[in-house]
């Protein structure tokens, strides 16, 4: 059998009597190696430890769709409704969260949590793992999420949370998913998961280990957290300065939902979000004010790598666009009997690409980079716009614009379709911007460049504090692997 993992094509072979079994499961995924090793480990461990299924050590249980329907309904004040994203890593997290009626939750014993119960969610976001702590009081559990309550003194709590947090018990997790459009799990098949249970303190070591190391591991990435958004202001600050310059004036947002307009405004657009959210800047300069046609003109160079099938191309998607520092960082090599039909732009040392479709267009994600010479004569998506400035212009003013929140939020404004959302030319081309004579531009250019410079640090810095958060991520799931006597690998 053949599934696609990570692009990578993996040929595997089952044993008729695997799918002969109790599981009575016909979808590869289930049988995949990785997880096929993971129950070998376990199965091994059973040298060691007692290895018993969930329900045998825990009365799991969750909401029912019918019980939702019939008592669940919002209110000011009352007992404290978790949903899924209330449930962090370890922790439940009280922001946004909804109350429901005393007497729903009395109703609603099912899903009625205690101080010590462990909850998992299992729609959408699967796999995460908190511990009700005593200072929450009385509380209720969504549909979408299942309550573990443990049974006797054979295994802790605590254990049961470090477990299912572990790559071990998501990788558990993760084999029994069904569901082809929304991951979720089964009550039926999370019972079935097998739960490895060393002496109590074995399992009290592995939660105090752990625990310690998740700690620090949360201070990298507070620290992580810190620096990315002094890197954000340092950016916003230099964009604040160069609107003043330019004459770009945010206008405050209103309440304002309802409005009027007049047959004349009317542009062959009728999408709401068109005409609301025009009035979000407001452009008086003492510049002369340009729409984008009149800056940039769309590269007409293009390829159809299918009539050289044995040439090699240098293929540059969307995600090979790091939108955070607005530089290409890769590109795919592939013969062109096997490019995709996607792959048509030639691009250039000094063009910028846009993005011109997909979910990030004109959010902060959107990609845009100026081509340098390492990507010469590579072809990009059609999902990108080839952007040559016009001789009055400079490259860099251009390319710092389009990375602007005024012109990203154009672009949102200007883009159509809900599934892959998407700007024409001929919306692009519309967009005003005020182009100020070459001296003002490159003035501009300084000043975005010497912020780009110290925000790229400081994000470096950031990356630094993520990549030591993995090495102490890393480091318990050894922990947890070792006091269970499971190999490292």
Known sequence: MVENENERPIVFFLNP????????????????????????????????????????????????????DRFVKYVDHGIPFIQ??????FEIDLTDVKYISVEAHQELTRSELLPNDVVITITGRVGTVAIVPPKIGKCNLSKENARIRVLGEEISSDYVAVYMNSRLGKTLLERLYSGSTRSRTLIKN?????IIIPPKETQ??????????KQRRNRKLLEAKSLFKRAQKVIQGSYKSIYKILGIKPQRPTDERVFTLTKD???????????????????????RIKNMGEIVKFSPETVIPQTEPLTKFR???????????????????VLGKYAPSRARRIIRQGDIITAMSGSATGT?????????????????????????????????????MLRSNYILDEIKRRRTGATIPAITKSEFRRINIPVPPRRVQREVVTILSRAAEKSEKLKVQAREFIKRAEELDQKAEKEIRKALSIEAN
């Open 17 to 68: 009597v695997e799918l002969a079994g109790k599981t009575l499961r016909m979808d590869l995924h289930y049988y995949h190696p990785k997880y096929r090793k993971i129950v070998e480990l376990i199965e091994d461990s059973r040298l060691y430890y007692p290895v018993k299924q969930f329900d045998e050590i825990a009365e799991i249980t969750r909401m029912l769709g019918f019980e939702e």
């Open 84 to 89: 899924v994203h209330n449930i962090k890593e």
């Open 190 to 194: 999370l019972r079935k998961i097998p």
């Open 204 to 213: 009290t070591r592995i939660v105090n280990k752990v625990m310690s190391l």
């Open 265 to 287: 405004r009317l542009s062959g657009r009728l999408d709401v979000g068109f005409y609301s959210d025009e009035k979000k800047y407001s452009l008086k300069s003492k510049f």
């Open 315 to 333: 293929y540059i998607q969307i995600q090979d666009v790091d939108s955070d520092y607005g530089k290409i960082t890769s590109y795919t090599e």
């Open 364 to 400: 902060p994600h959107h990609s845009t980079a100026i081509v340098t010479e390492e990507f010469d004569g590579c072809v990009a998506t059609t999902g990108f716009g080839v952007l040559k400035p016009r001789q009055d212009v400079d490259t860099f003013f251009v390319y710092f």
